[in-house]
C-alpha cells in the first residue's frame, strides 16, 4: 500500500503533461499574404537622401571631436 501512495503523485503527473500534449495536437491554418506593395525603402531617392544624412552627420561628429587650440 505504501509503494502506492508513493506512485500516484507520479502517476497523475505523467497525466497532467500526456493531457497538455494531446491539447497541443491541432491543425493550423496560416493565410500567407504574398501581394506586392512598393515600400517606401525600395525607392533610389530614399537611399540617396540617407547616405547624405550620414555622410553629413559623419563628418560634423569627426569635424567637432576636433579641439580648436588656435
Known amino acids: 500500500m505504501n509503494k502506492f501512495i508513493r506512485t500516484l503523485p507520479v502517476l497523475f503527473f505523467g ?3 500526456s493531457l497538455t500534449a494531446f491539447a497541443q495536437d491541432k491543425k493550423v491554418d496560416i ?3 504574398t501581394e506586392k506593395k512598393d515600400s517606401f525603402f525600395t525607392q ?3 537611399w540617396v ?3 547624405a ?3 553629413l552627420l559623419l563628418v560634423a561628429i569627426l569635424r567637432s ?3 580648436s587650440t588656435e
Open 49 to 51: 537622401v540617407g547616405a
Open 15 to 17: 497525466f497532467l503533461v
Open 53 to 55: 544624412v550620414f555622410i
Open 31 to 33: 493565410t500567407i499574404g
Open 65 to 67: 571631436g576636433k579641439s
Open 44 to 46: 533610389p531617392w530614399v
